[in-house]
Every structure is written in C-alpha cells, then in structure tokens.
C-alpha cells in the first residue's frame, strides 16, 4: 500500500515536498517513482529512483527542478517540487515495481491514491 501526501495550492515559483510511505511491500528493494496526471490526459511520467538511491530518472520538463529521494528505513519516498509552474497542476501518484528503474507506468505494480497538486499563476 502507498499512501501519498504533501499536495495543496501553491503560487507559481513556490515549492511543495510530496511524501509517499509505503507498507506491505519489501521498500528498500523496490524502484519507486512519481507520476502525474490532468483529467482527461495520459499519465506521465516524473521521477524515479532506485532501491539504493543510485539511479535515478528524471523527465525533462522537471529537471533541474524537482528531486526525488528516498528513506529505506521509514520506508518512505519524497519528491521535492520547486520553482513550480502552473503546467505542473496534476494529481500526483506514486508508485513501486522491482527489478530496474523504469518511466513507463505500465511497467509498475503498485500505485497509491494520488495527491493533487495546484499552481496558481
């Protein structure tokens, strides 16, 4: 199970840390990663990061901009979020898979609820 948090309205150029725990799954070996999605578009990809820390992806549009990292022993994933712009207002999802990193979410098993994330012009 993931349980996400840390979404709300923020003007553009603010910073948000989204937080994602995780139980019922082995974390510290799981690749976890961040998506998002507009109602009415295809999920997409932000971030991920593998079970030690060591790999981890990016999308374009959020490099140099967003981070993501990990704590294997709360068993939780961050994603910290700044200069933020209003095309980054989405639901945030995270999710876990095993075996390598990977941006496609169809490659990943486990998902959480989804946090909503709103950037305000």
């Known amino acids: 199970q993931l349980q996400a948090s840390g979404g709300g309205l923020v003007q553009a150029g603010g910073s948000l840390r989204l937080s994602c725990a995780a139980s019922?799954?082995?974390?510290?070996?799981?690749?976890m990663g961040w998506f998002r999605q507009v109602p009415g578009k295809e999920r997409d990809f932000v971030a991920a990061?593998?079970?030690?820390?060591?790999?981890?992806y990016y999308a374009d549009s959020v490099k140099g901009r967003f981070t993501i990292s990990r704590d294997n022993a709360k068993n939780t994933v961050y994603l910290q979020m700044n200069s933020l712009k209003p095309e980054d207002t989405a639901v945030y999802y995270c999710?876990?898979?095993?075996?390598?990193?990977?941006?496609?979410?169809?490659?990943?098993?486990?998902w959480g609820q989804g946090t909503q994330v709103t950037v305000s012009s």
């Open positions: 990061i593998g079970w030690s820390g060591g790999t981890i």
């Open positions: 999710a876990a898979k095993y075996y390598g990193v990977a941006n496609d979410g169809d490659l990943y098993r486990y």
């Open positions: 019922g799954l082995t974390f510290s070996s799981a690749t």
